[in-house]
């Protein structure tokens, strides 16, 4: 049950990504998206494999939905994050996106929960939103940095990075 709908998540997210209006160019947006993959995916397997504060499900179909989850899902939350900071001008809608979007991977976690493809046996709720919350932090201060430099290389030489 779990596998259809993360796949379903993610081709939305797929599209939202598509047809958003981007700050980032194509090449600064694939960085970020690599990046933020692989810091997920050494988030779920530390957490899991090395200090077991996650349990991951041994079911292959739940286990694929987790996959999902950290390695697609998470990273173009990331995208959306930063594309959507870079777009708005006020402080009230940047706050607004940050924290529907933090609301929006904590109901993933839920979720995992709910599907028992995750357990927490030593580790809180709580902990994972905190720790969700410094990812979207994250995600902000990269996406700042990348467009630094496409502007400035865009000042320079006139082309993106």
């Not at 200090?51 to 694929?64: C, G, N, P, Y």
Request: proline share 2%; charged share 15%.
């Amino acid at each position: 049950m779990s596998l259809p709908f993360f796949i379903t998540i993610l081709i939305i997210l797929i599209y939202i990504v598509l047809f958003m209006k981007k700050e980032l160019s194509f090449t600064s947006n694939s960085i970020q998206f690599m990046v933020l993959s692989i810091i997920s995916t050494n988030y779920i397997t530390i957490m899991t494999n090395k200090l077991e504060w996650m349990k991951a499900s041994e079911d292959v179909t739940q286990f694929i939905s987790l996959l999902i989850n950290r390695e697609c899902i998470l990273p173009l939350v990331g995208v959306i994050m930063v594309n959507g900071y870079l777009n708005y001008e006020k402080r009230k809608d940047k706050v607004i996106c940050f924290l529907s979007l933090l609301f929006f991977i904590s109901v993933l976690d839920i979720l995992h929960v709910h599907f028992h493809s995750l357990s927490y046996p030593e580790w809180s709720l709580l902990n994972t939103v905190m720790v969700n919350g410094i990812y979207l932090a994250f995600c902000i201060w990269m996406g700042k940095g990348l467009y630094y430099l496409q502007s400035k290389g865009e000042r320079r030489h006139g082309q993106n990075i």
